[in-house]
């Protein structure tokens, strides 16, 4: 066999490289839904499935450019009509797919990004800590009862009509209800953030992390994970309480 049928073959028998994603701490996403996984002690966890398909890097941040150190993501495709024409220009300035959602994450060193890379759920591993943040549910319009925990008024003889009345909320100084007294109107529909959440596992292959418990927003909504800053503190409530009564005797 010649030289080069063999250098040929070992060409074709060499593997693809692995696609490598970007070392970056924080990444967006899509709340897919809720389901539960199984621990290898048969233990059941609730958990939220958030889909990261498709984030790419679409622009480095500088200190010496831009006045600090960051990266913008560029998440969920989308048509050109269908954001403005600044966006639509700046993302094809940089040769990248028009994305939706942009997003930015401190970083420490920028040299280690390039525009168009790819930012996959890798950047998570089982057993980390985040904050989610997302648009929570909108409920539409809300009482006081509903929408700030109000008891309402008695529920006796001859009060049936005012049972989920507020009650008097004037001030007797100024004469005028002050700003920011909590009254009925639209609930929901705000940004929220967890602020401590556990990565329960990671699916590499279809970019999917798998969160403790519920995260803000209906199915489908848009979020951003980032590490949280909040200290994790380990064992139940009921016997963190106890360790904090112990301390302060």
Same mark, same amino acid.
């Given at each position: 066999?010649?030289?080069? %049928?063999?250098?040929?073959?070992?060409? &074709?028998?060499?593997?693809?490289? $692995? !696609?490598?994603?970007?070392?970056? *701490?924080?990444? +967006?996403?899509?709340?897919?839904?809720?389901?539960?996984?199984?621990?290898?002690?048969?233990?059941?966890?609730?958990?939220?499935?958030?889909?990261?398909?498709?984030?790419?890097?679409?622009?480095?941040?500088?200190?010496?450019?831009?006045?600090?150190?960051?990266?913008? %993501?560029?998440?969920?495709?989308?048509? &050109?009509?269908?954001?403005?024409? $600044? !966006?639509?220009?700046?993302?094809? *300035?940089?040769? +990248?797919?028009?994305?939706?959602?942009?997003?930015?994450?401190?970083?420490?060193?920028?040299?280690?990004?390039?525009?168009?890379?790819?930012?996959?759920?890798?950047?998570?591993?089982?057993?980390?800590?985040?904050?989610?943040?997302?648009?929570?549910?909108?409920?539409?319009?809300?009482?006081?009862?509903?929408?700030?925990?109000?008891?309402?008024?008695?529920?006796?003889?001859?009060?049936?009509?005012?049972?989920?009345?507020?009650?008097?909320?004037?001030?007797?100084?100024?004469?005028?209800?002050?700003?920011?007294?909590?009254?009925?109107?639209?609930?929901?529909?705000?940004?929220?953030?967890?602020?401590?959440?556990?990565?329960?596992?990671?699916?590499?292959?279809?970019?999917?992390?798998?969160?403790?418990?519920?995260?803000?927003?209906?199915?489908?909504?848009?979020?951003?994970?980032?590490?949280?800053?909040?200290?994790?503190?380990?064992?139940?409530?009921?016997?963190?309480?106890?360790?904090?009564?112990?301390?302060?005797?």
């Amino acid at each position: 066999m010649s030289e080069e %049928v063999k250098a040929t073959e070992s060409t &074709e028998n060499q593997a693809a490289p $692995a !696609e490598q994603s970007a070392p970056l *701490k924080g990444i +967006v996403g899509t709340k897919i839904g809720m389901t539960r996984v199984f621990t290898d002690d048969a233990k059941m966890v609730p958990v939220t499935v958030v889909s990261s398909d498709g984030v790419v890097v679409t622009q480095v941040k500088t200190q010496e450019n831009d006045g600090y150190n960051a990266i913008q %993501v560029g998440y969920e495709d989308v048509l &050109e009509r269908k954001i403005s024409k $600044a !966006e639509a220009q700046h993302l094809s *300035k940089k040769n +990248v797919p028009l994305k939706r959602q942009l997003r930015e994450f401190r970083v420490t060193d920028p040299s280690q990004f390039q525009i168009g890379q790819k930012v996959l759920a890798s950047v998570f591993a089982k057993g980390d800590w985040l904050q989610v943040s997302g648009l929570s549910k909108g409920k539409g319009f809300a009482g006081v009862m509903k929408r700030h925990g109000f008891a309402g008024l008695p529920h006796s003889h001859g009060n049936g009509e005012y049972r989920r009345h507020p009650g008097t909320n004037g001030a007797q100084g100024p004469q005028h209800v002050l700003p920011g007294t909590r009254k009925a109107g639209h609930m929901g529909h705000v940004n929220k953030t967890e602020p401590k959440i556990e990565v329960v596992d990671v699916d590499v292959e279809k970019n999917l992390i798998l969160l403790k418990g519920s995260i803000p927003g209906p199915n489908g909504n848009f979020v951003v994970l980032r590490p949280t800053s909040k200290k994790v503190s380990a064992g139940k409530p009921q016997q963190q309480a106890a360790a904090k009564a112990k301390a302060k005797k």
